[in-house]
């Protein structure tokens, strides 16, 4: 069965029916173009100093990649640049010093962020702040990048609906200098487990150390607590095994549209329950951690995988998409304090606090929830 994306889309409909009739990089496009619209008509220009931050004025989130189309345009040579001045400024965290004397495995700055996750995950993940709390990390890591290491450019995210057929060939994952690295050298084991132990994906052709790109060698100084790589032997530079297994099945138009406007979009709850998925399945959040294997797959330490923070970035961008075209449930939050209500505990609430530890000041869920909100956040995703 085919439908029309434009009359559910326009009536506030949810979408049941399967088999798009685009693929899913395709739909993602409208999808934005729907969301640029509505915000053009419902975004209204502040009328205090509380709030400054308009559409005219907000920081713009890029796809890594903008592709050939643009080879000769100068918004390319734009691109190139920020892409190399981001990994530069990555880089320079790793050389700066840790700011969290409490946590004596935090080597440098970079590890600040690992160890802050880590010690949060139970509390992080299948919870009422799952969604809010990644956004705050990814900003104060923007954020980060820009005030101490000079970043002139905003957090670009990884779109999951290209290349997902062979990550290999993904502008992040290619391996040459503009990438966040390659596959890993090639190590024998036997797969990854993954789903709470409930799926097995088989084995990619890495497994070892990073081979290529600008970031081999840098070391890890934390970690790995809970790997989905069986066979994990632990060791000081970061780990990939880059698998089609999770990515073919996952990153799909039917899933794409499930979640943004389909019947998984009718709540908060369904959405983030369905793009982290029950126990015992692969769902698009845990699909881009699994699709890099290796250290990215461990949701401990996840983070000492450069790709982390694009693929948080793009779990933002799909939340960003489904709030704005939601805004009736826009600002609500569901689930618990503790992993999958895991043990039992109350029910989350707006007025939350992110916990950072020293990356940045503990501040209400509430402030997160509008991305145009201005206290503190101020972008958009195109």
Wanted: net charge negative; glycine share 10%.
């Amino acid at each position: 069965m085919r439908f029309s994306l434009v009359p559910a889309l326009l009536l506030g409909a949810t979408v049941t029916t399967a088999a798009p009739s685009k693929d899913a990089a395709t739909i993602l496009q409208y999808l934005q173009k729907q969301v640029e619209a509505k915000l053009q008509e419902t975004h209204q220009a502040p009328v205090d100093g509380r709030n400054t931050c308009t559409l005219a004025n907000a920081a713009i989130r890029r796809d890594w990649y903008f592709g050939p189309l643009l080879l000769f345009h100068s918004l390319f040579h734009d691109t190139l640049t920020m892409t190399l001045d981001y990994i530069r400024a990555v880089k320079c965290l790793w050389t700066s010093p840790s700011v969290d004397p409490a946590f004596s495995a935090a080597q440098n700055h970079f590890d600040d962020y690992v160890a802050v996750h880590m010690n949060q995950t139970n509390f992080i993940h299948g919870t009422a702040n799952f969604l809010t709390w990644h956004r705050y990390l990814i900003y104060i890591w923007e954020q980060n990048l820009r005030t101490q290491c000079g970043y002139k450019g905003y957090l670009p995210y990884w779109n999951w609906f290209k290349h997902q057929t062979d990550l290999t060939k993904s502008p992040v994952f290619d391996g040459i200098d503009t990438s966040l690295g390659g596959d890993g050298e090639f190590s024998a084991h036997n797969g990854s487990v993954v789903g709470s132990g409930r799926i097995w994906l088989p084995s990619g052709n890495g497994g070892g150390c990073v081979r290529s790109g600008p970031f081999v060698g840098f070391t890890i100084n934390i970690g790995p607590v809970q790997p989905a790589m069986q066979g994990y032997s632990p060791v000081f530079t970061d780990r990939r095994d880059l698998t089609t297994a999770a990515s073919t099945s996952t990153f799909t138009a039917e899933n794409l549209l499930n979640v943004t406007i389909g019947a998984a979009s009718a709540t908060v709850g369904t959405f983030q329950d369905e793009l982290q998925g029950p126990l015992g399945t692969l769902r698009l959040h845990g699909a881009g951690h699994y699709a890099m294997g290796g250290d990215g797959s461990d949701v401990f330490t996840s983070l000492n995988d450069p790709a982390f923070y694009l693929h948080h970035a793009m779990v933002d961008r799909l939340y960003w998409i489904w709030q704005v075209l939601h805004p009736a449930v826009a600002n609500t939050v569901n689930g618990t304090i503790t992993f999958r209500n895991n043990p039992p505990s109350r029910p989350g609430r707006v007025d939350d606090l992110l916990e950072m530890g020293e990356l940045g000041p503990a501040i209400p869920i509430k402030d997160v929830l509008n991305t145009l909100g201005g206290t503190p956040l101020c972008y958009i995703y195109r």
